[in-house]
């Protein structure tokens, strides 16, 4: 967040020095579960060209599949960074998370605000079966990305749920 946490950037860049760790830094996202108006200044780009600044050298390293963060590494540094494009949301076509919440309801995507509640099926008396077909279903019609998440089940005037309290 500009002015508020940017001074720790390079401390937590440097915990990677001397460990095999991996820091991740994520852009700033809505999480309070209605409009929420933010600067985009520090996006997954700013933040690696601040990071450039004091580290040159910075290399790309090959990502993880379905990764949600693009990695690099500083020469001689035995850990790596991340950084997670949360709110651009550039790395939606790989994602292969899903997540289901504490009254198990099934969503395909962080930024939906609906899905498919697998509680509810099996106290219908759903079966396996029946209940494997209703996941597949969710998987197939998954949305492409936040943006169409968003769009799809979230109209401006309603409060969602907070991703922060799905395991956003």
Known sequence: MDGVNTADIYPLVELTKNKPISVRFI???????????ISL?????????????????????????????VNFNI????????IIAAYTRNFCGSCNRLRLTSVGELRTCL?????????????QGNSDQEIKEFIELALIHKPKDGWEAEKQYFSMDETHQSMASIGG
């Open 41 to 69: 200044k520090w996006d997954a780009n700013y933040i690696i060209k601040h990071i450039q600044s004091a580290y040159p050298k910075l290399d790309k390293i090959e990502d993880e599949r379905n990764s949600t963060a």
């Open 111 to 123: 930024y939906q605000s609906k899905g498919i509640n697998l509680r509810d099926l099996m106290r």
């Open 75 to 82: 020469p001689g540094y035995q850990g790596n960074i991340g």
């Open 27 to 37: 852009e700033e996202m809505p999480f309070n579960g209605g409009t929420h108006e």
